[in-house]
């Protein structure tokens, strides 16, 4: 079992920054690769971005691309997704999740954190 735990969310106007992190503990973090996904009202939950397992690698979406960046601290089982210049359209709760290496089926999720985008 992986435990997941986000924390960093919060209210911040248009333009602003926030950086969310995911405390992971049980099994080797190192294993593991690790993504952010969100959930805004009435929407699916949608990919954010994607890092390897030994951080070597990342992914994002098209609609985060040059203002988020994911990175991780395998030393501190934790992983990072800094956001900057966000946009009243970022607003939904962030989920952090992780795959066992290359695998893309996510096997565990943390409970989300809400982050809010005024305009």
């Known amino acids: 079992q992986v435990q997941l735990v986000e924390s960093g969310g919060g209210l911040v106007q248009a333009g602003g920054s926030l950086r969310l992190s995911c405390a992971a503990s049980?099994?080797?973090?190192?294993?593991?690769?690790m993504a952010w996904f969100r959930q805004a009202p009435g929407k699916e939950r949608a990919f954010v971005a994607r890092?390897?397992?030994?951080?070597?690698?990342?992914r994002y979406a098209d609609s985060v691309k040059g203002r988020f960046t994911i990175s991780r601290d395998n030393a501190k089982n934790t992983v990072y997704l800094q956001m900057n210049s966000l946009k009243p359209e970022d607003t939904a709760v962030y989920y952090c999740?992780?795959?066992?290496?290359?695998?893309?089926?996510?096997?565990?999720w943390g409970q989300g954190t809400q982050v809010t985008v005024s305009s």
């Open positions: 049980g099994r080797t973090f190192s294993n593991y690769a």
């Open positions: 999740a992780a795959a066992l290496f290359w695998q893309t089926l996510y096997d565990y």
């Open positions: 890092i390897s397992n030994s951080g070597t690698t990342t």
